[in-house]
Every structure is written in C-alpha cells, then in structure tokens.
C-alpha cells in the first residue's frame, strides 16, 4: 500500500472517531477512550519491542509513574491538567533514563528478568507506601476543567474525555510515525535484526537502545498520566508486571513493529473481551485466549500480517 | 606510510596462545593477504583489528591512534571495515536497506542525508545487484549474499577492509567476479584472509604467514612461494587439500 493511500485511511479513520460521540453511545464512548489510553501504552511498548527487539516486562513501570505523577501533583498542589500531564511524563522519563543507563547493558533473557524485577520492586513500593499511593485502594482526585478563554471543558463529561484521549493519541501516532521513519527508527530495526552486525558497521548500540528505552518510557508514562486524567483515579496495580505483559499481547495481536498493528491489536482484544464477555460471563478468558491462541498459530505477525499477505495476494492475482 | 601497526600484540583463551607476540604492520593503500593453516590466528587477528576480541597485551595503532580497547562501533567509525567469514546481514531486510544502513552510519540521526542515496546507488550498481534491490537479502543465493557483505562493508567508505574469506563456498565464476571488484577498490587498504591462493595471488601485493599466531614469512607473493618453510607447513597441505576437494 502506498504511503498516499496510507494517509488518506489515517485521515478518514480521524474524521470518523472525531464524528463518533453523535452517533455512537456513552459506553462505547468510554470504551473507546479506553482503548486510545492503552493503545498509546501499546505503541510506546511496539517502539521497545517491535522495532527494537526488547522485551521489557518493565514497561508498565513507565505507566504507573505518569500516571501518580500527574494524580499525586493535582492532588497535593492543585496544580491545571497540563501541568500534571507534564509532571507525570518528566518523572517517567527521567526514571527510564535511570533504569534504561542500568538495563540496557544486559542481553536477551537478563534483560527479560531485569526489567520485571523493576515492575515487581515498583508495584511492591506502591502497595506498602499506602499513605503516598492509597496501595491497592488507589487515590482519587479531581481536576480542573480544560479552560479555553470563557469556555471550559469539564473532565467529568465523557465526551470531553473522548476528545481529550483521542488528541493525544493522534499526536503521539503521527510523531513516533515519523521517529520510526527516520534513520534514528531504522537503526532501532538493525538492532532487532541483527545487533552484532549493527555495531559492527559503527552504530552505537547500547546508546541507541538507551534513547528507545527513554524515549518509550516516556510515551508510557504520557499514557499513564492520559489514564489518571481522564479516570481520576490511581492504583497501586498499574505498575503491576501483567500490564506489561498485556502490552506484548496487544502488540503481538495487531502486528509488532509497525505502530498501526498495536493500536489494531488493543482494539480489537479489548472489543473481542466486551463482546465475548457477554456470551460467557464467567468463561470469557478463555475465550479470550482461544481466539489469541488460534491467532498466533495461524498469523504470527498478526493482524497486520494478515492484512499484508491479503494486499500481496492481491497484488499477484 | 603505516596505516595500521601491532604492537607485540597477544591474545589468549584460557591460557591458550592464539596470537602470540605479534608485530604486524600495513602500509597505506596496499593490498595484503594472510594466509596460514586453520587455527592460525587469522580471523582471530580481525577480530582484535576490529574491537570485537580485547587484546590480552600489545597493542594496536591505527593512523598513529591507538584503538586497542576501543568498541567495534569506534573503531568502524574511523574507517576499518569488515566482511565475515559467515555471512552476516540483516536477512530480513532488502538488498537496498542493508546497503543504505551502512551508508547512513556517519550522517544525522533525524533526517535522510541526502548523498546517501547516491551512494546506496552507486554500491548496488558495483556489486552488480541494483536490479534486486528490493529483494530480502535472506532470499539472495549465497554467492549474492557474499557480495553483499563486501557491498555492506564499501558503503561505509572505509579506508581499511577486512575481508575475511570473500570467496568462500563461491563457484569458480562468483570466484572471478569477486575477484575483479576487488581489484576495483584502488584507494582503500585491503587485508584478505583467503585459502583460494588463485584469488591471494591475483589480490596481493604481499602476503603475510601466520602460523600458531605468530608471522611465519611476509615478503611479495612470489618469494612466500619459493619458501621452503611456508611450503612445508601450509602451501604443500593446502594443495593437497585442494587436489582432495577437487577429487
């Protein structure tokens, strides 16, 4: 497909999630802020993984960060939505920094079992620090409406929740789109495919995947302080390893490395999860699983594999 | 001029000696080849050339710099390329990608420099595979492949390459055309570690013997095959090990 055809799709799947809250309802309103929160999780996880080859259980750490961080600034200093916003993606990234100069010496599994370790230690912190994190309970805060001039957009309106996800997605898609194109985005893909020949050619690995880890930790976190905004609400569990494992599903579903997959990927799974919970209210997981078991066996590069295959049958025929 | 210099240079594995005390050095622009039995120290030799192996003592010089220590990335920066033994390319991606990827490895990080495509042109059209560039390496035949890794190697405009074992599994006819690229590359100092000793006679202006890791003989092609010494230990079992695979 070219990239013409691409962008004329990007922008009438715009128009149409911008026209949505008139025709669609209030549950699928909130569904889908749902899913543009975690899908910005997915795609700040696929740049990780996806392009780079690193698998971090570590990821949700990023999440939980920019999420208290925007919650506990609001709280204890009344602070507006962007300064929270802001607050929370700073901490995240400076704690990825330190981590990342930490973690990306380490190879293959090491790397695996390092950065669950610091979910785990994470998650660990948040639940016995009950007084800061509200632990397992989690904390709740209000916040100041979105103001523009005289009109003011209310965070308690669904609506302004939809448009307020839906914006920050849009922005983070179009610049990592453009990052993963540029020749910063194709060394990321040399580590991926083949590190040793990469660093023999003279690109700086370990920097390299320094500058992914920070800069995916900090969409992580962007997405983490998008959650708490529009949930007003925080838990410990949001550090929790499984969030990062939901990440890899999400990305491995849709198609990894390339971005649209993983937003595909965490809206289909989260749609799938609705509408098979319906059917079976107890069982449902394990429908859940059936359907991404038979995925993986039939469409290992996911649905964007499939997708691909379909384009070049056609393209032959 | 010396462009590269070793300087008593050792390195062993677990106490065994693979190069031993080895002083080697390498005149700007010449084009020499190191020959030797296996478990020579050939590739071993490369690999302390390109940071991949730490020295366990000596040193090496390259442009009077000293860059034993160094990472494989700083010292390909500086201009020494190499090829492997094995091929070893990013499979999945095209015959183009590969190219330009080494191409780009100077230039800026965000934007495309726009030469880079002049060059990815340009080493396409030398290796002679422009027609395939938009083909996954791993779906090239072998003899392609292994002018792909000396097409890797040349879009990084090295000054120093390291070719270890180019014609290794190639037809006689890959062999030759192989062969007449390299005879191409007019500006660049060129080590090849070879055992096809047509393709080192051909190539070389001097050949160096490595034999335990230590410099058996070096002089011009000519004398290393009047040499009683080399004839012994690696000439003659190599002739033999060519007439038996011949056979």
Redesign the interface.
């Given at each position: 497909m070219s990239v013409s055809i691409k962008l004329v799709l990007l922008l009438l799947i715009t128009v149409l999630l911008a026209l949505a809250p008139s025709f669609i309802s209030v549950f699928q309103l909130s569904l889908l802020s749902s899913i543009f929160i975690w899908g910005l999780f997915a795609l700040s996880f696929d740049l990780l993984f996806g392009y780079t080859g690193l698998l971090s259980l570590g990821h949700s750490v990023y999440f939980g960060l920019g999420a208290y961080g925007a919650a506990l600034s609001i709280k204890h200093f009344q602070l507006e939505w962007w300064a929270g916003l802001g607050i929370g993606l700073l901490l995240a990234l400076m704690v990825a920094a330190l981590i990342g100069f930490l973690v990306v010496r380490v190879k293959s599994h090491g790397f695996i079992i390092v950065t669950a370790v610091t979910s785990l230690i994470c998650f660990l912190l948040a639940q016995r620090w009950n007084g800061l994190t509200g632990g397992d309970d989690g904390i709740s805060f209000s916040v100041a409406p979105i103001a523009l001039g005289s009109i003011e957009w209310p965070f308690s309106s669904q609506i302004v929740r939809y448009y307020f996800a839906l914006s920050i997605l849009l922005l983070c898609f179009i610049f990592l789109w453009w990052l993963t194109r540029?020749?910063?985005g194709?060394?990321w893909?040399?580590i991926r495919?083949?590190e040793?020949?990469?660093?023999?050619?003279?690109?700086?690995?370990t920097q390299l995947k320094f500058v992914v880890f920070v800069i995916a930790g900090t969409f992580a976190g962007l997405a983490g302080a998008t959650y708490a905004l529009t949930n007003r609400f925080v838990w410990a569990g949001l550090f929790h390893w499984i969030i990062s494992a939901d990440g890899i599903i999400w990305t491995l579903f849709g198609g990894a490395g390339t971005l649209i997959g993983a937003l595909l990927g965490t809206g289909a799974l989260f749609s799938i999860k609705e509408w098979l919970s319906e059917v079976w209210k107890t069982g449902y997981p394990l429908l859940v699983g059936s359907v991404l078991l038979l995925l993986i066996r039939f469409a290992p590069n996911g649905l964007m594999g499939l997708a691909r295959s379909f384009f070049e049958r056609r393209g032959r025929s | 001029m010396i462009i590269l210099e070793t300087k008593n240079l050792s390195k062993d594995f677990s106490g065994l000696s693979v190069i031993d005390d080895l002083n080697f050095s390498l005149s700007r622009g010449e084009k020499r080849a190191i020959i030797g039995p296996n478990g020579a120290g050939k590739t071993t030799l490369l690999r302390l050339l390109?940071g991949?192996l730490r020295p366990s003592a000596g040193d090496i010089y390259y442009e009077s710099t000293k860059i034993s220590g160094w990472?494989?990335?700083?010292i390909?920066?500086q201009g020494i390329?190499?090829t492997f033994q094995i091929v070893?390319?990013?499979?999945?991606?095209t015959v183009e990608?590969n190219i330009?990827?080494?191409a780009?490895?100077?230039?800026?990080?965000?934007?495309?420099s726009p030469s880079i495509r002049q060059t990815t042109e340009t080493i396409l059209a030398l290796i002679r595979l422009d027609n395939q560039s938009r083909r996954p390496v791993r779906e090239l035949s072998h003899g392609d492949q292994r002018l792909m890794e000396v097409g890797?190697a040349l879009a990084?405009k090295p000054k120093l390459l390291l070719l270890d074992e180019p014609t290794a599994g190639l037809s006689p006819v890959e062999t030759r055309a192989l062969t007449e690229l390299l005879h191409q590359l007019r500006d660049i100092t060129i080590v090849i570690v070879e055992h096809d000793m047509e393709v080192v006679l051909a190539l070389a202006d001097k050949i160096t013997v490595l034999h335990r890791g230590q410099i058996l003989a070096e002089g011009r092609p000519l004398e290393i095959q009047e040499n009683k010494q080399v004839q012994e230990i690696y000439l003659h079992k190599n002739s033999l090990a060519s007439e038996r695979s011949e056979q």
């Open positions: 540029t020749p910063l194709q060394a893909k040399l495919e083949n040793g020949r990469a660093e023999m050619i003279g690109y700086p690995v | 390109t991949e990472s494989s990335h700083t390909a920066r390329a190499r070893n390319l990013f499979l999945n991606l990608e330009r990827a080494a780009q490895v100077n230039h800026l990080w965000l934007s495309w890797v990084q």
